[in-house]
């Protein structure tokens, strides 16, 4: 039961941590209270900030660990193993937010890139066509009608850029409008995580006090039963 309590207590104040590391300004938060992170611009800068996520990962779990074998030698060694764990959790969170937001940016510009490349195959597919149609010989004609430019068939590299770009601008603002309703949620479940340490601990009071009352109850009255004179026995004939 004791380690189901500290799990939860360790939930719920994880809303708790963050805001207090946003106030010491190791992290930056929103109004929510999710940590920002800068938008990605390139894929070589969402590189760069995988592989420096990746490194302060390390370093992160190096410093834990060292932080643990330390505190075995101290004598509040819950509190110093929850002070590690803390920091080792505040640090991932922000970790992992860098990295889904890098990750995102990529898959992104793949995708983009990907359309790209396809409207520009089509379009060069297109020129050919047109080219070989009118490198193709035509009958002479006494009297020929004036050729006719064909119609460019389908959309051109710049119209299929735009609805690109578009719908890219579309993509961001829903994910935008999701980001706070998902950290509200968040956030919800760390208060829900928080009551119900609270009532744990209420009941873990209630019943600690009861049980005080019956041991004092007993103690009094074993202390009466000592106090009382055994009977006589009468002597025998």
């Known amino acids: ?89 505040l640090t991932l969170v922000r970790l992992r937010a860098i990295e889904a937001e890098a990750n995102h940016f990529k898959r992104a510009e793949s995708v983009r890139l990907r359309d790209l490349d396809l409207a520009r195959t089509q379009e060069t597919a297109r020129l050919d066509a047109e080219q070989r149609a009118a490198a193709t010989p035509k009958p002479v004609k006494v009297v020929a009608p004036e050729p006719v430019a064909p119609k460019p068939q389908g959309k051109s590299v710049a119209e299929r850029e735009a609805e690109y770009a578009a719908k890219m601008k579309k993509q961001a603002a829903d994910d935008a409008a999701e980001a706070p309703r998902r950290a509200a949620r968040e956030a919800a479940f760390a208060r829900k995580q928080a009551e119900a340490v609270e009532r744990q601990k209420r009941v873990a009071k209630r019943l600690a006090e009861r049980q005080a009352d019956a041991d004092a109850k007993a103690a009094k009255a074993a202390a009466a039963a000592a106090s009382t004179p055994a009977p006589a026995v009468p002597p025998a004939n």
């Open 1 to 89: 039961m004791a380690k189901t309590l500290w799990k939860l207590a360790a939930g719920a104040g994880l809303a708790l941590a963050l805001a207090a590391c946003a106030h010491q300004g190791s992290v930056a938060l929103d109004e929510v209270g999710a940590p920002q992170v800068p938008a990605t611009l390139s894929v070589e800068e969402a590189d760069a900030k995988l592989k420096q996520a990746a490194g302060e990962r390390e370093a992160a779990e190096n410093e834990y660990a060292a932080r643990e074998q330390e505190c075995y030698s101290k004598f509040f060694v819950n509190n110093c193993l929850d002070k590690a764990k803390e920091k080792r959790r």
